[in-house]
């Protein structure tokens, strides 16, 4: 936490419950149900306590549609008071739904809706969409046929990843009006110039839609990525593989706006660029400034 404070970083809280049994404790399973129900207040007001006022969000009860632990134990609406309490308890970390599988089917993505329209009728404050995607290597075909025989349920799918058809399963979630953000992605593969070419194609594809506002890389060191050396973006060394270039390459330089121009006669310039931080020069003058939806909002008063 100090060192992301120290650099600005802004963080995500991942996550306060696991929807799925297998991912819960044995000492929590083994609770009764009044011990369960002192145990998810007491993990909830101690956690989001702890870190009150210090994240942007927190994923409140992962995976949901394939999971129903604390439902099946203290009744459905349980899931809604978590939102609601973790929103009590801190205002301005927002809580999330996360979920796995949802850009590249409709049935899936239609069932995460219902499960958000189900929990708001429970009462729940469902601040925000988390999208996990850990099969991204999608985007672009296999070139070469791999072994997924061993790979976890979250990759399991062998659904095309389209770009297209993903903005429009995008474009439906974003009509709830919520921040989303694309919380878990992974690209695995042992072909690296595919790798690049899918963190490309899919970074570009998030980074395009206007209610994504955050993309979050789920590892990328080859001796601690969660699915091992094929997910890595960088080597054991720390050097940049083809993937680590490309998303180096899209950070600092493709999503960056250069312009020199001239004023017109009113003393104005008009341009195109991206979003964010712009420091404007004019002669010796310089000042730094924040790139609005409609305008660049800088005036610059000459003596």
Not at 19 to 38: G, H, I, R, S
Not at 176 to 201: N, V, Y
């Amino acid at each position: 936490m100090a060192f992301a404070q120290e650099n600005k970083l802004k963080i995500r809280g991942h996550c306060l419950f696991w929807a799925k049994p297998k991912f819960t404790q044995p000492w929590v399973q083994a609770l009764n149900d009044q011990e369960l129900k002192t145990a998810v207040t007491q993990r909830l007001d101690s956690a989001v306590t702890r870190y009150r006022g210090k994240l942007v969000s927190w994923d409140v009860n992962n995976e949901m549609l394939d999971g129903s632990f604390f439902a099946d134990r203290l009744g459905k609406k349980i899931n809604a008071w978590f939102f609601s309490e973790a929103a009590r308890l801190d205002p301005q970390a927002l809580p999330f739904v996360n979920e796995y599988g949802i850009l590249a089917d409709d049935k899936k993505t239609q069932r995460y809706l219902d499960l958000i329209a189900d929990l708001q009728r429970d009462g729940a404050v469902v601040g925000g969409i988390g999208i996990q995607e850990h099969a991204a290597e999608r985007c672009v075909p296999m070139r070469v046929k791999e072994d997924r025989s061993d790979d976890p349920v979250e990759r399991q799918s062998n659904l095309e990843l389209d770009p297209a058809a993903m903005l429009k399963r995008l474009d439906k979630i974003g009509e709830l009006k919520l921040p989303i953000h694309l919380t878990e992605i992974s690209f695995k593969t042992a072909d690296e110039e595919r790798k690049a070419e899918a963190l490309d194609i899919f970074y570009t594809m998030g980074f395009s839609h206007p209610k994504v506002e955050a993309i979050l890389m789920w590892g990328f060191w080859a001796k601690s990525h969660w699915l091992g050396r094929p997910a890595a973006l960088v080597d054991e060394k720390f050097e940049l593989l083809p993937a680590g270039k490309r998303y180096v390459e899209l950070l600092t330089q493709r999503w960056h706006t250069h312009v020199d121009a001239v004023t017109d006669a009113q003393g104005k310039v008009t341009f195109r660029g991206f979003y964010g931080t712009y420091e404007v020069q004019l002669g010796t003058q310089k000042l730094t400034t924040e790139l609005l939806p409609t305008h660049l909002n800088a005036r610059l008063q000459l003596q």
